[in-house]
């Protein structure tokens, strides 16, 4: 059975802003957020991530095969067509984004089963397409690690699905080393890792692991260290998954030592405390299903449908 981590199917999303998140002082945690319409137009929803000047690039936008790119300033517009300029010009289906220090996005693409990276001019490159001879089925949840002080270089964690046997696929997390071109498998046995993120600080990789609605943490610091370090629980969301609800989007709020997950079978935003695994917060969607987010600044973006 082919593994169904995509949102394929879904025709119409929006994105909404959270708008009043201290991440120092908490001064609106008595009051929630208020939610605006910031961006329409994606066809499936999925992933999206905002550069060092604001601009935020999605997976998707106005049609299925395209990122699309929305300025400071509110001009949004197709940037990239990747039906038309990836290699192999095969139909795309690109699920998550994330952007490098260099300012290069890294983009899943799952209907092909590849990590692509396109550059400032727009030049796509696949980066990672296999593992051990494998083709990957299926590529999803990319998130970027990058170097701080003396730490390794930088880093991407994927999840991807290889076929088993017969008609059946596992998913796993890999780890490429883009100083090397290294990639390696994280010995974990997830069922579906659908959403990571990795904290600004590069101490911790968080996964969504769905339909369980269970939220994992890994030390990044502690795997260099050890042969096998093991993953830790961090919440469980309650409740059933199906296939057009599933808790979906995960982003870091670092400064509190926390993250924000979108439960979609719920319906909500929930802040999570990276150590205690507790609760901090809860904001509901308005009966929308979320499947996305990403910080920026004080405002929290969530993509929902």
């Not at 990747?82 to 289906?93: A, F, I, M, V, Y």
């Not at 002080?149 to 046997?165: R, S």
Request: proline share 5%.
């Amino acid at each position: 059975m082919r593994v169904q981590p995509s949102i394929a199917g879904i025709t119409v999303a929006v994105i909404v802003a959270l708008g009043c998140f201290s991440q120092t002082d908490r001064c609106c945690a008595a009051d929630p957020p208020s939610a605006i319409q910031w961006a329409t137009g994606l066809a499936p929803a999925a992933g999206l991530a905002f550069d060092e000047n604001g601009t935020a690039f999605i997976c998707n936008y106005r049609r299925s095969g395209t990122i699309g790119r929305i300025l400071s300033d509110g001009t949004a517009a197709i940037w990239c067509d990747l039906d038309e300029e990836s290699p192999g010009k095969t139909k795309t289906l690109p699920t998550s984004v994330a952007i490098d220090s260099e300012g290069r996005l890294v983009v899943a693409d799952s209907a092909n089963g590849r990590l692509l990276r396109i550059d400032g001019e727009k030049r796509i490159a696949v980066i990672a397409a296999r593992f051990e001879g494998l083709a990957f089925e299926q590529v999803f949840a990319v998130t970027l690690r990058e170097p701080a002080g003396d730490a390794p270089g930088a880093e991407i964690v994927f999840a991807a699905t290889l076929k088993k046997t017969g008609e059946d696929f596992e998913a796993f997390l890999f780890v490429l080393d883009l100083k090397t071109s290294v990639l390696r498998k994280l010995d974990f046995n997830l069922s579906l890792p659908v959403s990571t993120a990795i904290t600004p600080d590069g101490k911790w990789l968080v996964v969504i692991e769905s339909p369980q609605n269970r939220v994992w943490k890994y030390s990044l610091m502690e795997a260099e260290q050890a042969d096998e370090p093991a993953f830790e629980r961090l919440a469980e969301l309650g409740g059933h998954a199906n296939a057009l609800k599933l808790p979906l989007g995960v982003c870091p709020s670092n400064q509190i030592g926390s993250v924000f997950v979108v439960a979609g079978h719920r319906q909500e935003v929930l802040e999570i405390h990276l150590k205690s695994g507790q609760t901090l917060r809860t904001f509901p969607l308005s009966a929308q299903h979320g499947v996305a987010c990403a910080l920026r600044g004080q405002e929290l973006f969530v993509v929902i449908r």
